[in-house]
């Protein structure tokens, strides 16, 4: 249905139609999921991805004359590295109680698209409502983890959890010993959060950042679970927290300016 030819003519085309330079790009593979209506564009490197982007502007309008519901482009860099985090992700749930995970891991190793298989984690989770407060709670509900969600008064008003003690720079990085010691309380052998690290245990109990993980992108996410922006927060910290995302390429900076221009805004 889609080629590479084809997709390459009408990224040219788009360019030119709307003042971009005349820039060379390769693309290596397209890929189409008729079921989520997504199409895939794998570029030769990350300049190659970078004048396919054209800014968000070639990409939108390349999504409105194909008529699909979402266009992604990614590289064959950003695949590879991910495909390391994730050799990285099946060692460290190997042999432990967290190996109904491994399913998700192949599963992503075969990405794009997202195929994910049906899953169920027999482990009581605590789910601390970080910044990705919505995808945290949409990924224990997706693996059928018996969960209580709990975060910073006021800071999801939309969301549903228990309120706790906390600063508002937790939203970006939380307080690990805190969020051990509330497991231990509760009972629970699993805390997801958005951690500065996939995984690690503490005390017996599971601290993980599945999206680290699974090196899953903020772009990703916003399409897999919906993002809710907190509405209290520490600026300084959303600047480090963006910036580290960025840095390690699980958001676009362009994403990431957006997001520090709309918050500081208010």
Excluded: C
């Excluded at 390459?8 to 003042?19: C, F, K, P, Q």
């Excluded at 720079?169 to 939380?174: G, R």
């Amino acid at each position: 249905m889609f080629t590479v030819e084809g997709i390459s003519e009408l990224v040219r085309a788009i360019r030119r139609e709307n003042g971009f330079p005349e820039s060379p790009f390769r693309i290596d593979e397209v890929r189409y999921d008729p079921e989520g209506d997504k199409l895939f564009i794998i570029a030769h490197d990350r300049t190659d991805k970078s004048v396919v982007i054209g800014n968000s502007f070639v990409i939108g309008k390349l999504r409105e004359r194909l008529g699909v519901k979402q266009v992604t482009v990614y590289s064959n860099l950003d695949l590879e590295i991910k495909r390391r985090k994730l050799e990285e992700a099946e060692r460290l749930v190997k042999g432990t109680e967290l190996e109904f995970l491994l399913p998700i891991i192949e599963a992503e190793k075969r990405f794009p698209p997202r195929k994910w298989p049906e899953v169920r984690g027999n482990i009581k989770t605590l789910v601390f409502l970080s910044f990705n407060a919505k995808a945290l709670l949409g990924f224990a509900e997706r693996l059928n983890l018996p969960h209580e969600a709990v975060g910073i008064r006021y800071a999801f008003p939309r969301l549903k959890y228990e309120p706790i003690e906390t600063g508002p720079a937790e939203v970006f990085f939380p307080d690990e010993g805190k969020l051990v010691a509330l497991a231990e309380d509760r009972g629970a052998k699993l805390v997801l959060a958005d951690f500065p690290f996939g995984l690690k245990a503490e005390q017996g109990i599971y601290l993980l950042n599945p999206f680290r993980l699974l090196h899953i992108g903020f772009f990703e996410l916003k399409y897999l679970f919906g993002f809710e922006m907190p509405v209290i927060y520490d600026k300084t910290a959303l600047i480090r927290f963006v910036t580290d995302l960025v840095y390690e390429g699980l958001m676009e900076s362009t994403d990431g300016a957006n997001l520090i221009w709309r918050s500081w805004k208010r």
